[in-house]
């Protein structure tokens, strides 16, 4: 090829007009010159190329030849490729957030409105009230799912493994997603082990990956289907199926399933909802557990099936005894409840919550101020937010620990910083409980019996 034009090398019309227009302007501008082409060899299909064309000089100044280094570009064009794909799908999700996060406020805020202006308050209460709780869980689900990917991409999950049955875990799978599906008006079949197939794992975490499979099941089903939930033991492992018979999966998408905000069908009048991460949460905390995922489907309309094959535990588990109940006595033990948090609406409600069950209880706003009110008020039990300006809430217990006068009171961290390391910090702090917010209120009157029984 030494001494030949690309033209003589029979290379395309195009790519020579690009070589020759590169070539000239290092010629005419005695300056640097390059381009980027794609080439189809017979041995690695097309590739793509860049070319850099540097002019040479000879004793005179003048541009004598071009020196020309090319470089072989497929994989960082495959990888730009890539980046530009994600990118669209991160602008993507970001409206679906959007979109995802105003579904449940506009029934939350018009049954504000009813309550607040409804001649007969009880009456919509009644009907109001529950869409309202509903529409919150929803909300409450969304900003979860964006914790805990969060918390996956820092390596801040640890996984709290104990001995547990399956059949246990897809109970309470079940109970979790359970008003989905039969809002939908789906029927669902279950097919387990009559026996118990133990588990090494951490329970929370692997009803998050099943509950999150069957509520995938329900929504992207029109209303009145059908969802299998079975399992089958195997020697060392349980191989789990949910199987419905929803919109299905193309197959060029079912590599994708499980990859950060994919979604397989964004059309405006779809049923489903969510943000497109929860199939790449459950492949993670799958993964966490030692196990495996996949999908199946037939195509579009014709259902999909999500596999999930789960290490079993060797030992045999011992059922631990059932925890004592809490008495009626230290439920409704009356305590005196100071609330800080500098969020004014939060405080007074919480405060509003714990005098409806009989407790005494008092706001404050600020680090100082809890400090003021904790000496004249003689709190039993703190709810306390971490995030407060200027003392923040580990400064505040670490004061109130130190004052004989309340170092007695039992210190709940009430705060929305939730990963491992938080509960862990809190701790250490000498909070004797962490709860996140948006707390549930069953939750507030668990934490206090445990804290006045002890």
Known sequence: TLGKTHRQLDVPAKLCDQWEKAIRYVFDHAADSSLEFSRDSPHDGWRDFSCRL?????????VDSALGVTHDITNRRAYEQRLLEQDLRKDEFLATLAHELRNPLAPIRTGLQLLKFAPRAEDVAAR????????LGQLVRLVDDLLDVSRIRSGKIVLKRERLSFQDIAAAALEASRPVIDAAG??????WPNDAVWLDADPTRLTQIFSNLLTNSAKYMQAGGRITFSARQHADSIVVSVRDIGMGIPADMLALVFDMFTQIN?????????????????????????????????????????????????????????????????????????????????????????????????????GQEALDVAMMFQPEVVFLDIG???M?????????????????????????WGTEEDIRKSKIAGFHAHLTKPVDPNAVDAILAKLITA
Do not use: C, W
């Not at 789906?186 to 097919?191: G, V």
């Open 388 to 390: 407060l300006p200027g």
């Open 186 to 191: 789906h029927t669902l079949t279950i097919d």
């Open 266 to 366: 964004r059309t405006l009048d779809r049923a489903q909802g969510g943000l497109g991460i929860g199939l790449s949460l459950v492949k993670t905390l799958v993964e966490m557990h030692g196990g495996s995922v996949r999908a199946t489907s037939g195509g579009i309309d014709l259902g999909s099936t999500f596999i999930v094959v789960l290490p079993t535990s060797l030992a045999l588990a011992v059922e631990p005894p059932a925890p004592a109940p809490v008495s009626a006595a230290s439920r409704s033990a009356k305590q005196r409840i100071l609330v800080v948090d500098d969020n004014i609406d939060a405080a007074e409600t919480m405060v509003m919550l714990l005098d409806l069950s009989g407790h005494d209880a008092r706001a404050a706003f600020g």
């Open 54 to 62: 540097v002019p040479e000089f000879n004793e005179r100044g003048q």
């Open 128 to 135: 109001t009230l529950p869409v309202m709780e509903r529409q």
């Open 392 to 416: 923040n809430g580990y400064e505040v217990a670490r004061r109130l620990l130190a004052n004989p006068s309340t170092a007695s009171a039992k210190l709940i961290a009430l705060t929305g």
